[in-house]
């Protein structure tokens, strides 16, 4: 080491002027080393598509990627009405098909899932398809059925079912099949969930709530049609950069306010393209439309989620299990799920946790899962977010929003809240005492807080929608 040359050095870096680079200088660097250091450390959607795909064994990763996006499209299903007014705002498109998202029992579609089959942003892009059909209903069961071929050669491929009820997930691929008991209710404890938590069906709830919302009319499939459009950047309310955030496209039915596609782009390219078609509300679901069974010469192979459903009451009686219940949730949910577990890994591995509570409220298809879990790993801290932090870290410490819980079992501490989620749904956390509190779902940040505020221990607590 030549220390005059260091001390001459020195002296010269500090004789320097920094030149003016503007207020945002430095908050638009740390975007753009943020997004590239994101995309260089976590493979982007259209490359995990393809490695699911690549797993054959009953390709249940991508069956819940491509329901996870039926999930976003089926967001902004309505009921078949009279032609709206002509001149609306992109709001009222939303609110008008959210309204009418809540309103049905059972839901059936067919959906067709483009996605990029070559390397990311490669040109020319080229595209593989996937093609299901879904069944749902509104306590959160559902089977979804992968297709080949078309008209006369149209065969399955893949079948996926999960019963709420029984939290048994079963799926097949014609050969095998395979049977989880105990399938967890929510996130932080699965991960790309087909029934909305992953959620392109979350992010238009951001995109609605974003205020940053652009309105263009169309024409699909030869009928009038709504586009709504919105950045990933706008959702969280981030300053302008050079960043190349992806671009949601939502189109919307003018006659019928059903969702004709649902489109995220980057840099032009399209990641995913959903199309629906085919929708049908509240018609009866076929006998048994949840369940899978072995036929002849099928290997049957079972596991164990490690949940298991237990009444209310139950659960104060489960060994280290405090049951926190909130006092409210968002107007239109009621309870629908009630889980516990000895031990749970989070979906994403970031979360090692043991007595594990959860409830699972829904209202019409949305979800919202509360839990609460004893941790003792001394690397995770109030900081991790344990739904998306595996997913994309540094978009996760963006777009939170932190707030004091004011009220409840969690008083005094601070929750993070990330709304303009890239990959699962809404969602905020809080750690008070070596116990983590998630609350994810369909809601608003005020509304994630709200309930936040009301847990207590029950049986003195008693939730009930907003009024």
């Given at each position: 080491m030549d220390e005059t040359r260091d001390t001459e050095l020195g002296r010269r870096l500090e004789a320097l002027?920094?030149?003016?680079?503007?207020?945002?200088?430095?908050?638009?660097?740390?975007?753009?080393?943020?997004?590239?250091?994101?995309?260089?450390?976590?493979?982007?959607f259209g490359t995990r598509l393809r490695a699911a795909l690549a797993r054959r064994p009953l390709r249940l990763a991508l069956a819940a990627v491509a329901l996870a996006a039926v999930a976003a499209a089926a967001l902004l299903v309505g009921l078949p009405r009279t032609l709206g007014p002509q001149t609306v705002s992109a709001t009222e498109v939303l609110e008008r098909a959210f309204a009418a998202y809540s309103s049905g029992r059972t839901w059936q579609a067919d959906v067709v899932m483009k996605y990029p089959a070559n390397e990311m942003l490669e040109t020319p892009a080229r595209y593989g398809f996937d093609r299901y059909r879904v069944l749902r209903d509104t306590g959160g069961s559902y089977r979804a059925t992968a297709y080949e071929g078309s008209g006369a050669d149209r065969h399955a491929t893949d079948v996926i079912t999960y019963d709420a009820v029984t939290g048994v997930l079963r799926s097949s691929d014609g050969r095998k099949l395979l049977v989880e008991q105990g399938h967890p209710l929510g996130p932080p404890d699965t991960w790309l969930d087909p029934l909305g938590h992953v959620d392109l069906g979350a992010t238009l709830r951001a995109v609605a709530a974003s205020g940053e919302l652009r309105l263009a009319e169309a024409v699909t499939d030869g009928r009038p049609a709504w586009t709504v459009t919105c950045t990933?950047?706008?959702?969280?309310?981030?300053?302008?950069?050079?960043?190349?955030?992806?671009?949601?496209?939502?189109?919307?039915?003018?006659?019928?306010?059903?969702?004709?596609?649902?489109?995220?782009?980057?840099?032009?390219?399209?990641?995913?393209?959903?199309?629906?078609?085919?929708?049908?509300?509240d018609e009866p679901l076929p006998e048994h439309a949840f369940t899978l069974r072995a036929v002849p010469g099928m290997t049957v192979k079972r596991v164990d989620g490690g949940f298991r459903r237990v009444a209310l009451d139950e659960a104060a009686t489960v060994p280290g299990v405090t049951?926190?219940?909130?006092g409210f949730v968002p107007d239109g949910y009621k309870l629908t799920s009630v889980a516990v577990a000895a031990r749970?890994?989070?979906d994403n591995g970031m979360v090692m946790a043991r007595h594990v509570f959860a409830?699972?409220?829904?209202?019409?298809?949305?979800?919202?899962?509360?839990?609460?879990?004893?941790?003792?790993?001394?690397?995770?801290?109030?900081?991790?977010?344990?739904?998306?932090?595996?997913?994309?870290?540094?978009?996760?410490?963006?777009?939170?929003?932190?707030?004091?819980?004011?009220?409840?079992?969690?008083?005094?501490?601070?929750?993070?809240?990330?709304?303009a989620t890239p990959w699962s749904t809404p969602h905020l956390w809080a750690v008070k005492d070596g116990v983590l509190?998630?609350?994810?779902?369909?809601?608003?940040?005020?509304?994630?807080?709200?309930?936040?505020?009301?847990?207590?221990?029950?049986?003195?607590?008693s939730a009930s929608p907003a009024e």
């Amino acid at each position: 080491m030549d220390e005059t040359r260091d001390t001459e050095l020195g002296r010269r870096l500090e004789a320097l002027i920094e030149p003016d680079h503007g207020s945002d200088y430095w908050r638009d660097v740390r975007l753009q080393v943020a997004e590239a250091s994101a995309e260089a450390g976590r493979p982007g959607f259209g490359t995990r598509l393809r490695a699911a795909l690549a797993r054959r064994p009953l390709r249940l990763a991508l069956a819940a990627v491509a329901l996870a996006a039926v999930a976003a499209a089926a967001l902004l299903v309505g009921l078949p009405r009279t032609l709206g007014p002509q001149t609306v705002s992109a709001t009222e498109v939303l609110e008008r098909a959210f309204a009418a998202y809540s309103s049905g029992r059972t839901w059936q579609a067919d959906v067709v899932m483009k996605y990029p089959a070559n390397e990311m942003l490669e040109t020319p892009a080229r595209y593989g398809f996937d093609r299901y059909r879904v069944l749902r209903d509104t306590g959160g069961s559902y089977r979804a059925t992968a297709y080949e071929g078309s008209g006369a050669d149209r065969h399955a491929t893949d079948v996926i079912t999960y019963d709420a009820v029984t939290g048994v997930l079963r799926s097949s691929d014609g050969r095998k099949l395979l049977v989880e008991q105990g399938h967890p209710l929510g996130p932080p404890d699965t991960w790309l969930d087909p029934l909305g938590h992953v959620d392109l069906g979350a992010t238009l709830r951001a995109v609605a709530a974003s205020g940053e919302l652009r309105l263009a009319e169309a024409v699909t499939d030869g009928r009038p049609a709504w586009t709504v459009t919105c950045t990933k950047g706008e959702m969280a309310g981030l300053p302008p950069s050079n960043v190349s955030w992806p671009v949601y496209t939502i189109t919307v039915d003018k006659q019928t306010w059903m969702p004709v596609r649902f489109q995220e782009a980057k840099a032009g390219t399209v990641i995913v393209d959903v199309n629906v078609r085919n929708v049908r509300i509240d018609e009866p679901l076929p006998e048994h439309a949840f369940t899978l069974r072995a036929v002849p010469g099928m290997t049957v192979k079972r596991v164990d989620g490690g949940f298991r459903r237990v009444a209310l009451d139950e659960a104060a009686t489960v060994p280290g299990v405090t049951p926190l219940v909130p006092g409210f949730v968002p107007d239109g949910y009621k309870l629908t799920s009630v889980a516990v577990a000895a031990r749970s890994l989070s979906d994403n591995g970031m979360v090692m946790a043991r007595h594990v509570f959860a409830l699972q409220y829904t209202a019409g298809f949305d979800a919202l899962t509360v839990s609460t879990r004893t941790i003792h790993d001394e690397y995770y801290t109030a900081d991790h977010d344990p739904v998306d932090e595996a997913a994309n870290p540094t978009w996760s410490k963006l777009a939170r929003k932190e707030a004091t819980i004011a009220a409840g079992a969690f008083a005094g501490v601070t929750a993070k809240i990330l709304v303009a989620t890239p990959w699962s749904t809404p969602h905020l956390w809080a750690v008070k005492d070596g116990v983590l509190l998630t609350i994810a779902g369909g809601a608003t940040a005020k509304e994630l807080l709200s309930v936040a505020e009301s847990l207590q221990v029950y049986p003195t607590a008693s939730a009930s929608p907003a009024e």
